[in-house]
């Protein structure tokens, strides 16, 4: 079973799964290998719809390798991804308040996130989406105020006691 780490833009699913395991998949690394151009682009080319198709299919291949998953924040945007993710047992929520994460998306100058252009917009995104992540996850971790060390240790200790 695949760990699958989810949560809005900025929760740090990237960060920890990294420091999880060497054998962990960046799903939004996979999908710009796979449309050979960064997601801002494709979302400029193409738009979101095609964007959650490639998710999709990105994420159905990924199930597969029994990795550390660290998911895209809108993962939970599609039925079928929530069926999957309905059937694993070990989906890791991070959660963290609205304020905390767009501070981190402001400073993070590595990563272009289209769907964080503007700070109402993605608070509507993160208060359509927080129940989802809650309902899905079989793991919720507060991530506020908590270092990634920290965050693989309660992820850790959790899996040892399943
Ligand atoms: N626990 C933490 N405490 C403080 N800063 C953090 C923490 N986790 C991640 N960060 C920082 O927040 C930013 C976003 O982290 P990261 O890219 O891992 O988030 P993500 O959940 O993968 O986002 P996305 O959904 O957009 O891919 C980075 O600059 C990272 O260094
Ligand atoms: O929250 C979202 O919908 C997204 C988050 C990123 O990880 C990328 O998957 C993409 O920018 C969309
Ligand atoms: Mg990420």
New binding site residues.
């Given amino acids: 079973m695949s760990i699958i780490?989810i949560?809005?833009?900025?929760?740090?699913?990237?960060?920890?799964?990294k420091l999880l395991s060497d054998d962990f998949i960046?799903l939004?690394k996979m999908i710009e290998q796979q449309i050979e151009m960064p997601i801002s682009t494709f979302f400029d080319l193409f738009g979101e719809d095609d964007f959650r198709q490639v998710e999709q299919e990105v994420f159905e291949a990924a199930i597969h390798m029994n990795f550390v998953i660290?998911?895209?924040?809108g993962i939970v945007e599609n039925a079928g991804n929530l069926d999957v993710l309905g059937f694993q047992t070990q989906v890791v929520y991070?959660k963290s308040d609205f304020d905390v994460l767009w501070q981190?998306?402001l400073?993070?100058d590595?990563?272009q996130?289209p769907l964080?252009k503007n700070k109402e917009f993605a608070r509507k995104l993160f208060e359509k989406r927080a129940p989802v992540y809650e309902e899905v996850a079989d793991l919720v971790i507060v991530?506020d105020?908590?270092?990634?060390d920290k965050?693989v240790q309660e992820i850790r200790d959790w899996q040892g006691n399943l």
């Fill in positions: 780490l949560g809005f833009m900025g929760a740090g699913k990237s960060t920890v799964a960046d939004d660290a998911t895209g924040g991070l981190r998306i400073k993070d590595k990563n996130r964080a991530v105020n908590k270092q990634p965050i």
